[in-house]
């Protein structure tokens, strides 16, 4: 398997560094963020090192969601969640501060928490849609 000497989330999945953890099997890890933004935020990661969401083989982005909707489900189950969020940071400049792929699985509760996303709409031409929805398509 694939690590990095100096990422932080390599020696987690060795080990090396203790975390609490949810879940565990050969290719992904579950465990509670050591600063949460609500009770029970777990980061889900592939043990092997990838830099980020993009770089992640099909088949193991598929399992690191799997266990993520089952992290997200206990969190429903045994704490009392009402609402979940999913959320991957790609690169700095969208907040990622660790690079090791990791999916947040973020429990929202009732009263309120660390978390709020705030969606502010860029003033755009609509009629634009259309042409950019096949540039994007053209690249899949
Ligand atoms: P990012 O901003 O890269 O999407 O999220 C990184 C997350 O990793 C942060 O929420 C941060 O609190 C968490 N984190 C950073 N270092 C550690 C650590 O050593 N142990 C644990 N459990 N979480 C960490
Ligand atoms: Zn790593």
Do not use: W
Not at 12 to 24: D, F, L, N, T, W
Not at 62 to 69: C, E, G, M, R, Y
Not at 79 to 90: E, M, P, R, S, Y
């Amino acid at each position: 398997m694939n690590y990095k000497d100096d990422c932080i989330f390599c020696k987690i999945a060795q080990g090396q560094i203790k975390s609490s953890i949810v879940y565990e099997d050969s290719e992904v890890l579950a465990f509670l963020d050591v600063n949460p933004v609500s009770n029970g935020h777990t980061l889900v990661i592939t043990k092997e090192h990838f830099d980020n969401f993009l770089m992640v083989p099909k088949d193991l982005l598929d399992h690191v969601f799997n266990v993520a909707q089952k992290v997200a489900q206990a969190q429903t189950q045994q704490l009392g969640a009402i609402g979940i969020n999913i959320l991957t940071n790609v690169n700095e400049i969208a907040g990622q501060t660790v690079k090791h792929f990791h999916v947040h699985v973020i429990p929202r509760y009732e009263g309120g928490d660390g978390l709020t996303i705030d969606f502010e709409p860029l003033q755009i031409d609509k009629f634009n849609l259309p042409v950019l929805a096949d540039t994007i398509k053209s690249g899949i």
